[in-house]
């Protein structure tokens, strides 16, 4: 006989069917939740836009003779504002990813009926499966290329939402502007009528401007508009000293360049408070992306015990136990302090610039992190099967992972009473997918036909070994040679170290 054994396609057809579901209620929490942020969003931002348009600012008389500038100002301010309200709709770009997320489910299901057809051909084969281990072989790439559009989808959906909560913030901002711009003008009104009645009386005019200045935050006042305040400040004390009659006509001028300062301050302040807030907010969004509940992933053993009910694991602790990528994490944290220290300083743009690359970074992380998880999985389960079948056949066997850690793979140990011992010493799958497997076998008995009955029972598990050398140089078995024998040749499935005979 000759060519591939049917139980090689089962094999590549089974492996990684439990991995890759392993991953999959994580893309859904991912994609349900951006969908309900674009949602949420979409109505406080409508709800917002009905308030705005609700408003209305009239200018009185008195206003407008008293404080011509101030007035104009505030209602051009009001105005500009509210048409800086408009509506927003996220429904197109929801729909958008649900055509996608649509597409992708098609096209799994299409792969699983075509997993199903290579099943199907080779039903009654045992030998010359060569074509369908091919067509096998193409259909894990397109499993692969799934498990990257599913990815890549919900990036896209995690960055339109955190968009969407930037944009929310800006209209709690605006809507925040408006209201304030109506309760300056409320005081000016209050102002005028007031200012009515100094236009007579000096000495209560001079305590107006008084209060007016001290009602102004100096600190805040010195943070943003040193020059402006230090200028006004001294207006004001020349005001003070005025006679009375001077006073009493210069009250109002003096009283509109105190509102129109604290009118530019306020607009200072609230555009620092913005740029604050989005700089939090996109730093936040990075600490809500490590966290499990939006990101997990699972120990391959506990996922394969209790599947979804396995203890979630966020992204960090995740690659820090699991993986080799310890630079990686070390990006990320430094990069949260990064943006942390800017945000202390008060940098927001930087802030926020960081933040976006750490979700870049944080992005790159999971979906390593999810490949990887599926391979250590597969490992498991590979593992599992190896121990199963050495059981079958007669050995007391124990499974233990390499240095304590299941990222180093598994050694497979077996003895039976004859006195063969088979190790196992490295069940590992790297991060391209390749299945490695490295055994020690010292022998008491009939090595060679005890071989072939182990690898016929392991290709029942879709585990394929063609080759075992002795460290000596002899051969233990070498299923490449029969089918050579029989006018066949292949590329070998596995490599595995020389045995010790």
Same mark, same amino acid.
């Given at each position: 006989?000759?060519?591939?054994?049917?139980?090689?396609?089962?094999?590549?057809?089974?492996?990684?069917?439990?991995?890759?579901?392993?991953?999959?209620?994580?893309?859904?929490?991912?994609?349900?939740?951006?969908?309900?942020?674009?949602?949420?969003?979409?109505?406080?931002?409508?709800?917002?836009?009905?308030?705005?348009?609700?408003?209305?600012?009239?200018?009185?008389?008195?206003?407008?003779?008293?404080?011509? %500038?101030?007035?104009?100002?505030?209602?051009?301010?009001?105005?500009?504002?509210? %048409?800086?309200?408009?509506?927003?709709?996220?429904? &197109?770009?929801?729909?958008t990813f649900q055509k996608k997320q649509q597409k992708l489910e098609l096209d799994l299901r299409k792969a699983d009926e075509e997993a199903e057809r290579i099943r199907e051909r080779i039903r009654n084969k045992d030998w010359y499966c060569d074509e369908e281990y091919q067509d096998a072989n193409k259909l894990l790439q397109t499993y692969k290329q799934i498990?990257? #559009?599913?990815?890549? @989808?919900?990036?896209?959906?995690?960055?339109?939402?955190?968009?969407?909560?930037?944009?929310?913030?800006?209209?709690?901002?605006? !809507?925040?502007?408006?209201?304030?711009?109506?309760?300056?003008?409320?005081? /000016?009104?209050?102002?005028?009528?007031?200012?009515?009645?100094?236009?007579?009386?000096?000495?209560?005019?001079?305590?107006?401007?008084? %209060?007016?200045?001290?009602?102004?935050?100096?600190? @805040?006042?010195?943070?943003?508009?040193?020059?402006?305040?230090?200028? @006004?400040?001294?207006?004001?004390?020349?005001?003070?000293?005025?006679?009375?009659?001077? *006073?009493? &006509?210069?009250?109002?001028?003096?009283? #509109?360049?105190?509102?129109?300062?604290?009118?530019?301050?306020?607009?200072?302040?609230?555009?620092?408070?913005?740029?604050?807030? &989005?700089?939090?907010?996109?730093?936040?969004?990075?600490?809500?992306?490590?966290?499990?509940?939006?990101?997990?992933?699972?120990?391959?053993?506990?996922?394969?015990?209790?599947?979804?009910?396995?203890?979630?694991? #966020?992204? @960090?602790?995740?690659?820090?136990?699991?993986?080799?990528?310890?630079?990686?994490?070390?990006?990320?944290?430094?990069?949260?302090?990064?943006?942390?220290?800017?945000?202390?300083?008060?940098?927001?743009?930087?802030?926020?610039?960081?933040?976006?690359?750490?979700?870049?970074?944080?992005?790159?992380?999971?979906?390593?992190?999810?490949?990887?998880?599926?391979?250590?999985?597969?490992?498991?389960?590979?593992?599992?099967?190896?121990?199963?079948?050495?059981?079958?056949?007669?050995? !007391?066997? $124990?499974?233990?992972?390499?240095?304590?850690?299941?990222?180093?793979?598994? &050694?497979?140990?077996? %003895?039976?009473?004859?006195?063969?011992?088979?190790?196992?010493?490295?069940?590992?799958?790297?991060?391209?997918?390749?299945?490695?497997?490295? *055994?020690?076998?010292?022998?008491?008995?009939?090595?060679?036909?005890?071989?072939?009955?182990?690898?016929?029972? /392991?290709?029942?598990?879709?585990?394929?070994?063609?080759?075992?050398?002795?460290?000596? $140089?002899?051969?233990?078995?070498?299923?490449? #040679?029969?089918?050579?024998?029989?006018?066949?040749?292949?590329?070998?499935?596995?490599?595995?170290?020389?045995?010790?005979?």
């Amino acid at each position: 006989m000759s060519g591939r054994k049917s139980t090689e396609v089962n094999g590549l057809l089974a492996r990684g069917k439990d991995a890759r579901n392993a991953g999959n209620a994580n893309y859904l929490k991912n994609i349900s939740t951006a969908e309900e942020i674009l949602r949420t969003n979409q109505k406080k931002i409508s709800e917002i836009n009905s308030r705005i348009a609700g408003q209305k600012l009239e200018i009185s008389k008195v206003c407008l003779s008293e404080f011509p %500038k101030e007035a104009k100002q505030l209602k051009n301010q009001f105005d500009s504002l509210c %048409k800086s309200s408009r509506p927003v709709n996220y429904e &197109k770009a929801i729909d958008t990813f649900q055509k996608k997320q649509q597409k992708l489910e098609l096209d799994l299901r299409k792969a699983d009926e075509e997993a199903e057809r290579i099943r199907e051909r080779i039903r009654n084969k045992d030998w010359y499966c060569d074509e369908e281990y091919q067509d096998a072989n193409k259909l894990l790439q397109t499993y692969k290329q799934i498990a990257m #559009e599913k990815n890549s @989808l919900v990036t896209e959906m995690n960055q339109r939402a955190q968009l969407s909560n930037k944009e929310l913030i800006q209209y709690q901002n605006l !809507e925040k502007q408006i209201s304030q711009v109506c309760s300056a003008y409320k005081q /000016l009104e209050e102002r005028a009528n007031r200012l009515a009645e100094l236009h007579k009386r000096a000495s209560e005019a001079r305590d107006y401007i008084h %209060k007016a200045m001290g009602n102004i935050d100096s600190d @805040l006042a010195e943070k943003f508009l040193g020059n402006e305040y230090k200028e @006004l400040r001294q207006k004001c004390a020349a005001f003070e000293s005025l006679s009375e009659e001077e *006073i009493t &006509k210069r009250v109002a001028a003096m009283s #509109e360049q105190i509102g129109l300062f604290k009118n530019h301050l306020d607009i200072c302040y609230e555009k620092f408070l913005e740029n604050k807030e &989005k700089a939090e907010e996109a730093i936040r969004g990075n600490r809500q992306l490590l966290k499990p509940e939006n990101n997990f992933f699972y120990d391959p053993v506990d996922y394969a015990k209790n599947k979804e009910g396995a203890r979630k694991i #966020e992204l @960090l602790e995740y690659l820090a136990d699991f993986s080799e990528k310890q630079e990686m994490i070390g990006r990320i944290q430094s990069g949260l302090r990064q943006a942390e220290e800017h945000l202390q300083a008060e940098r927001f743009d930087e802030a926020e610039k960081q933040a976006q690359q750490n979700q870049d970074l944080i992005r790159q992380a999971a979906e390593y992190a999810s490949m990887h998880q599926e391979h250590l999985i597969e490992n498991f389960y590979v593992a599992k099967d190896i121990r199963s079948v050495m059981r079958q056949m007669g050995f !007391e066997t $124990g499974a233990f992972k390499i240095n304590g850690s299941v990222k180093n793979g598994w &050694k497979i140990s077996a %003895k039976n009473p004859g006195g063969d011992v088979i190790d196992f010493t490295q069940v590992f799958i790297d991060d391209s997918g390749e299945v490695k497997i490295d *055994i020690d076998h010292q022998t008491q008995g009939n090595c060679p036909s005890k071989w072939e009955d182990i690898c016929k029972a /392991l290709d029942d598990k879709g585990i394929y070994i063609e080759k075992v050398d002795m460290i000596n $140089g002899g051969n233990v078995l070498n299923r490449r #040679e029969q089918k050579k024998d029989s006018g066949y040749q292949e590329t070998e499935a596995f490599q595995t170290q020389p045995s010790h005979g």
